[in-house]
């Protein structure tokens, strides 16, 4: 076996789909490092065999940052042992997951605070000085 087909810890083999997967996620880096486009991968779409999605998941190993938010449901966001790619899964109020993503980006989108919910917290903020 080479060593382009051992996984993290060269222990085990990138077999199925995650190899193309991972291929996707580099060329998806070096895009976001040339041109700072970023990159969305929907797993949802995705045809995964027994034990791939855990094996990748396992792969892309857990970084420094993670946060948890509580909108209709939890969504955890975390930062993967690569920096730059994140590993984002959402659930709906029954705690059934209903999407997960890879984003390479430097900050995920759904992290960043919306206009209009910024001037709602000026708002509110500004009310307490009247």
């Known amino acids: 076996m080479t060593s382009s087909e051992t996984g993290a810890a060269g222990t085990m083999p990138f077999h199925g789909n995650v190899r193309p997967l991972l291929s996707e996620v580099l060329h998806a880096v070096d895009r976001l490092l040339d041109t700072g486009e970023p990159t969305t991968i929907d797993l949802a779409g995705r045809p995964f065999g027994p034990g791939e999605l855990e094996h990748l998941e396992a792969t892309l190993g857990t970084g420094e940052l993670a946060a948890e938010l509580d909108a209709l449901g939890k969504s955890r966001i975390r930062e993967t042992a690569y920096p ?15 999407g997960r993503y ?16 910024i001037a709602a917290g000026r708002a509110r903020l500004g009310e307490q000085f009247e």
């Open 84 to 98: 730059g790619v994140w590993w984002l899964e959402h659930r709906n109020a029954h705690d059934e997951i209903v």
């Open 102 to 117: 890879i984003e390479i980006t430097h900050v995920p989108e759904i992290l960043t605070s919306q206009d209009a919910d």
